[in-house]
């Protein structure tokens, strides 16, 4: 899909040459984020909240208590952007004006629909699996009551961008290039560290298969 | 400053135990993080975009180019409301409802001022120290071509709150607790790699003291 083509609160304005707008780029920075920031607004102001979310196919999926502002505000069909970022690197380069970082940013405007029963359990499942993979079949499935205090809504993904900078900073080939200053990237990733059992985890209990692959992919 | 006393759209409804509203919690946060997540209203929808940003005393700037749409509406006095999230960690409980992770936000509600000329020089200090400490001294200044071409804006942070989620999974003391399944915290943090040195980087330049004091204090 090209530029032209995006409504025009879609098209990357600054920096065109970072805009994205194939389903595949905007799959790969929502799967890749861990945290939503949704923004909707109240009484005429704008309030934007971190929220845990899923991608299934082409919806994000968020939850919340049925009682927080954000769910019954978003769930009342209030219009809502979504902005999944992660941040790759800190860009050092020859001149203050040229420092930057590296991220890969998606955004989603869209009008959240309340996920009913029948959605319900997999849009669960995604979040679970979101935090980690496998842990869905390792843990105690959600009860009725818990299932209705959760409130569940979806997102399309029609309305989708991604901006992405990366590589090195952008004075190679200017005149600061001859300062004598050290330029370049410094890699910034999300990392995890020991897992640390709960005080209250029964004696004898190992990590779970699931905890057990991300140590050995990512020791 | 009790909970009382907020202003009803800074006050944390969802689990109130987790809000925070004086300044030393605040700009912990707002320290700690790296980038925010900046939300404004365009003809009537909100519109959610990440910018890196610096806390100065009792104002967080942000700045972008003078041509982008965000910089112009926050600049017209646009009401805005600017979220930083840091993750600390994946909670692993031993059911599917109590997932979760361990993470600060700090939401600041307000209504950016230009900063002028006087403020400027000050403001891109500050950016530039926050992305590696150090560094302001290491590079070249902005000239005034770049100084004019870049829109820095601040905000106060009188209206301004935090929420944090710590410790271990919830369900310790519930029947849970009797499930076979691991549960605990496993740990996030955004971490640097190797420096990775421009392309253009001329030869001899060896990484600048910024750089080698941020390697040796988290190796």
């Given at each position: 899909m090209g530029v032209a083509s995006q409504p025009s609160r879609l098209r990357?304005?600054?920096?065109?040459?970072?805009?994205r707008y194939d389903r595949a780029s905007v799959d790969g920075v929502l799967d890749r984020g861990l945290v939503a920031h949704v923004a909707f607004v109240d009484a005429g102001a704008p309030v934007c909240v971190p929220m845990f979310y899923a991608r299934v196919g082409d919806h994000v999926y968020i939850h919340g208590s049925t009682a927080s502002r954000a769910m019954r505000r978003l769930a009342a069909g209030a219009p809502a952007c979504v902005t999944v970022t992660s941040i790759h690197g800190l860009v050092l380069a020859r001149s203050v004006f040229e420092h930057t970082a590296n991220y890969e940013t998606a955004i989603i405007f869209g009008v959240f629909r309340p996920v009913g029963p029948d959605e319900r359990l997999a849009a669960f499942e995604a979040f679970t699996e979101k935090v980690l993979p496998g842990r869905w079949s390792e843990v105690r499935a959600p009860s009725k009551k818990e299932l209705k205090a959760t409130s569940i809504l979806a997102v399309g993904l029609s309305e989708a961008s991604v901006k992405v900078r990366s590589g090195p900073?952008?004075?190679?080939?200017?005149?600061?290039?001859?300062?004598d200053t050290w330029a370049g990237v410094i890699p910034l990733a999300l990392v995890h560290g020991e897992p640390e059992p709960s005080p209250g985890l029964r004696p004898?209990?190992?990590?779970s298969p699931s905890v057990k692959r991300l140590l050995e992919e990512s020791p």
């Open positions: 990357v304005r600054r920096g065109p040459k970072k805009g900073p952008d004075d190679d080939d200017s005149p600061d290039a001859a300062i004898g209990v190992g990590v």
